[in-house]
């Protein structure tokens, strides 16, 4: 963004800086106040994989490369002929449920992250279903017991890594999501030990009652875990002035942290998604579809998640959420594992070369499957597979399984509001893919909505910080941001058809389960 010759400054104008840290990449944006990215910088990072169905992440390395985002992002901006003092506020969004655990002296991370979609959990998983009052934490949390919560990681860490047991028996093991992780260290550590977390990412660890806000004392005995041995960050509003406390180091030095979400909670806010009945779905590694319900949470009764869609003022508001725990990381299998593409935008490219999936349907279960299914021991299936079956088949299967899950949380979000969506608005990497899009258009026979500019999440998060210092002060200000040059994708077959092919995918559903 800009040429490489420095500018004169302009006049000083406000702009928000927003870091957000998602499962493959992390990136620093910089709004301006008409909610415009004017400078951003990006880096991927290492995904460790040491077993079947393991999914690691460095702290450490998630730390710097915040950092040297931050440089990047910063750098650009000051070439443009802005000065870095215009940056009033950083907001923080972040992958949600991945879990990082520390020692609370030395701020030491005590093992790598472990990732959302990781499935060790499986085993253990199983076993906590069994314990009296499994079938009661969904009303007190929102959430069903499954390998994808912080919870299960949690407990696996302290069963199973020596150093991790001992500094809980010492009292001394601090436990976050990323997003608190990422807050204690921007502010120093163990130095300031600024150590909390917001309401809608605490809302996705299983510890915190979902009407409360509060840590829960039924949930955590159930797991068994004992709070004078475990240090949990405080839970606190997605955006306020002062408890994310300050930027320590580096060219955003003293720069207030004011905004903090879970990024799916984050992109419903960069969607604008401020009234009950708006929904978004987000096609970033896996894909989230959250609809807003209001200031009381709704408890599924069909598959799906209830979770905090933002609280500003101390008001919560409430999303209903379908979780699919594969989608952009399908399309990364197809390039990094099968050498079928070179990079993600090829896809659309190979899967034109047919016309249709030529009888494939492919479950993409490499994490089991969530929503609405939540069938912890599917394994990724192709069915359908003849002589016939070329890459284009695979690749437009492939793009179709998120379509198709979609389609499924649809289905359920309409049972459990008792209302169907005119549209969906959709963002995130995959939705780059017109074909993706216009097959989410068939296959939910109503039109998708794709806003100009797709950092959706990074906006949410700079629009959290932002309320915070006053850049902005209404919902009313906001509602222009991110609404010119929409592309819309209408449904183009009929509703027999459309019922035909999701008939051939729920039957491929129940066939991928118990393999092993
Ligand atoms: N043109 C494209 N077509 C299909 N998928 C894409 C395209 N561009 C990016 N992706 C997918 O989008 C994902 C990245 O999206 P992003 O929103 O950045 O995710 P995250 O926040 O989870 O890191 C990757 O998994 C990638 O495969
Ligand atoms: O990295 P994303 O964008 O797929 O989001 C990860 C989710 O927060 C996991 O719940």
């Not at 179709?400 to 008792?418: H, P, R, V, Y």
Request: glycine share 8%.
């Amino acid at each position: 963004m800009g040429d490489s010759t420095p500018k004169k400054l302009t006049v000083q104008e406000s702009f928000v800086g927003s870091i957000d840290q998602g499962t493959t990449s992390t990136r620093f944006l910089i709004f301006n106040k008409e909610g415009e990215p004017v400078a951003s910088h990006q880096i991927e990072f290492g995904q460790f994989y040491p077993n079947p169905g393991w999914h690691e992440h460095d702290p450490v390395e998630i730390i710097k490369s915040i950092e040297s985002c931050i440089e990047g992002a910063v750098e650009a901006f000051e070439i443009q002929g802005h000065s870095a003092k215009a940056i009033k506020a950083v907001g923080i969004t972040s992958q949600r449920e991945t879990t990082v655990v520390w020692d609370a002296d030395t701020g030491e991370p005590l093992h790598n992250a472990i990732v959302w979609t990781d499935t060790r959990t499986q085993a253990l998983v199983r076993r906590l279903k069994t314990r009296l009052g499994a079938d009661k934490l969904q009303d007190l949390c929102g959430l069903p017991l499954s390998t994808y919560p912080s919870v299960a990681k949690l407990l696996w860490l302290i069963e199973n890594v020596p150093k991790v047991s001992e500094a809980y028996e010492r009292g001394k093991l601090s436990f976050g999501t990323i997003d608190a992780w990422v807050v204690y260290n921007l502010n120093g550590g163990p130095k300031k030990n600024v150590f909390v977390t917001d309401s809608t990412n605490a809302s996705r660890t299983m510890f915190m009652n979902i009407h409360t806000l509060q840590y829960d004392e039924q949930l955590l005995d159930f797991f068994r875990i004992d709070r004078k041995k475990l240090q949990l960050p405080e839970i606190t509003r997605s955006s306020h002035p002062t408890a994310y406390g300050t930027l320590t180091t580096g060219v955003l030095s003293g720069v207030p942290i004011t905004g903090c979400l879970g990024d799916q909670s984050a992109a419903l806010v960069g969607q604008k998604g401020f009234s009950p009945g708006r929904a978004k779905n987000t096609y970033g590694t896996g894909c989230f579809l959250l609809y807003h319900v209001g200031d009381k949470p709704v408890i599924s009764k069909h598959g799906l998640l209830t979770t905090v869609a933002y609280d500003f003022d101390g008001t919560p508001q409430y999303a209903l959420e379908g979780s699919i725990a594969v989608a952009g990381s399908s399309v990364k299998f197809l390039q990094n594992n099968l050498n079928f593409i070179e990079s993600s935008k090829e896809i659309s490219q190979l899967a034109e070369t047919v016309p249709d999936s030529g009888g494939c349907v492919f479950v993409t279960a490499f994490s089991g499957l969530f929503a609405p299914y939540w069938i912890d021991d599917a394994l990724g299936t192709i069915f359908g597979i003849t002589h016939y079956t070329q890459k284009g088949h695979i690749a437009r299967a492939t793009l179709e399984a998120t379509c198709f899950q979609t389609k499924a949380i649809l289905d359920s979000m309409q049972k459990d509001s008792g209302k169907a969506l005119a549209e969906l608005a959709v963002d995130g990497g995959m939705t780059n893919s017109d074909l993706c899009m216009q097959t989410q258009a068939d296959l939910i026979g109503i039109p998708v909505e794709r806003p100009r500019m797709l950092e959706t999440t990074a906006l949410g998060a700079a629009i959290a910080a932002g309320f915070a210092v006053g850049v902005w002060e209404s919902f009313d200000e906001l509602k222009n941001i991110n609404t010119a040059d929409m592309t819309t994708f209408v449904p183009k077959i009929d509703a027999a058809e459309r019922d035909q092919r999701f008939g051939k995918w729920e039957k491929a559903v129940q066939m991928c389960k118990g393999w092993v």
